[in-house]
């Protein structure tokens, strides 16, 4: 029995992978909106943020090209994806101060079946996912730190590592990691946080074009009401992303968000629980820190608010990764869902027999799941696993084979694409990730019909010459690849000239005739990103060395290298 017991949580957290992925598990890929591996992950200028775009996605498309050196994209993706859906519930029931079973399980459901995770995962953000994950287990890294235990820092490291693949996500973690150990800890968390953001910080400061995004972005990926409740109910019952077509159809249930706020309720029963179990200090930082994340996420949605953030992103380096402001309020998952099984678990031990107590808490447990049922089964067939066409492994061995210079133009220009082969489902270009040579797309984005200004100064360069029929050659570019079975036009006079060196079915590849010049440099110097890049990974390799050793090795070594004496244990 107490066995049983033991392995209860782990098998319902690893339950819920399952449950989510079943459909998705075996070889093939799910492309997906911004979820697009490859084969084989190509390591280039801008995976490192060296190129000419904002380093959005760094150092997540490095630290997947060197991954698929190893494993096969398809395997690295579902891997990845168990992971986050494995560890963040399995972290949220590990934190949640209680010996009780069923309210460990309450956690999890409530921290793992989340609008927020359905949503992400149907926006294909799965370093948000993994960012979401590492959640619970830095707060308890960072309470650790609170309370001086040996080799808690090490724990933040570590436990922050995977948040850091995306700005977004490591802001995310950094600002629970210093919440959680508190302001005496202040100057041990900061320079942590500011050394493994370095990778995309860095490169962001020092882009010669500036890190300045353009206003219209805010209104367009504010979060949005999913029913009558509107805005800030769905935020606080984690929903209310700015994608409608990434909405589970649950979401728009009338009764959501009466539920929502009894859910609500219930976790400020056990919130108060909380403070009594960790003090008053800590559970007032994690709650507050949630509401601080629904309340920027809602502030795009009022017109003053609105206007802030519009100033703030396009006259305050760094103001863009305020766009998409609903998913600030993954710092609210913490509370609400250790607040609600806590809260649970108090009106458990009311009850009178244990029969009472044990279905009072199987209700709990499935309340998160009654409330999201198209989670499951991979959004009940929303999303799905395909094999790329042969034309993308063709196509790259042409590339790589040619010792020519010049980069890649995909055409029709835009960033997304929805390929017959892929069920029509909407998905960004894979050509930047599987083509071995930087690949040029359209950065701008349609949001309702709305078109929202991109950011990369070579990319408005392209567009112009495309739309003047000038010369490519002379941006450096020496091919151009159309791609077909998408929506999109192609204008037959951009190819004139051209020399055809691939036609497949879905892949037709061009030569652009004339002498390639290399392109000059558009993106942030190397030598310090890749120094800022060697202090990242040394100090995460440091962490993992450092939680290895024995405690009073550790303890020792870190007294002679201070010249004072060790923490207390």
Sequence with gaps: MRHARRFAVPVVCAALPLLVLAPLLGRGFTLNYDMVFAPRHSLLPDSLGLGSALPRSVPADAVVAMATTVLPGDLLQQLLLAAALFAGPLGAARLVPTDSVGVRVVAALAYGWSAYVAERLF?????????????????????????????????????CAPAVLTPSGGLIAAVLAMVCAGPRALRATVPIAVVLNAPWWLPAVLQPTGALSTADGVTAFAARGENWGGTVTSLLGLGGVWNAEVVPDSRANPVLPLLI???VAIAVVGLRVLAGEWGTGPALGVVALGAAGVLLAALASVPVGADLLAWTVSHVPGGGLLRDSQKWVAWWALPLALGFALGAGAAARVLRTRVARV???????????????????AGLGRLAAVD?????????AVLGSDERPGDVVALPFGAFRQFGWNGDRTQLDPAPRVLPRPTVVDDTLFVGGRAVAGEDPRAAQVRAALEEGAELAPLGIGWVLVERGTPG??????????????DGDWLTLYRVPGRVVEPGTAGAPRAPVLVADGFALAIIVGGLLWLALPVGRVASLGSRLRGVAPWPN
């Design 123 to 159: 926006l294909g953000h799965w370093p948000y996912l993994l960012a979401y994950a590492c959640l619970p287990w830095i707060a308890a890294a960072g309470l650790a730190v609170r309370r001086r235990e040996p080799k808690a820092l090490a724990a933040l490291v570590v436990a």
């Design 261 to 263: 706020l009894a859910m």
């Design 359 to 377: 279905a009072l808490l199987v209700a709990a447990a499935v309340f998160p799941v009654a409330l999201l049922p198209d989670l499951a089964f």
């Design 388 to 396: 790329y066409p042969h034309d993308w492994a063709d196509v790259r």
């Design 489 to 502: 036009r192609v204008d037959p006079a951009t190819l004139t000239g051209m020399t055809r060196e691939y």
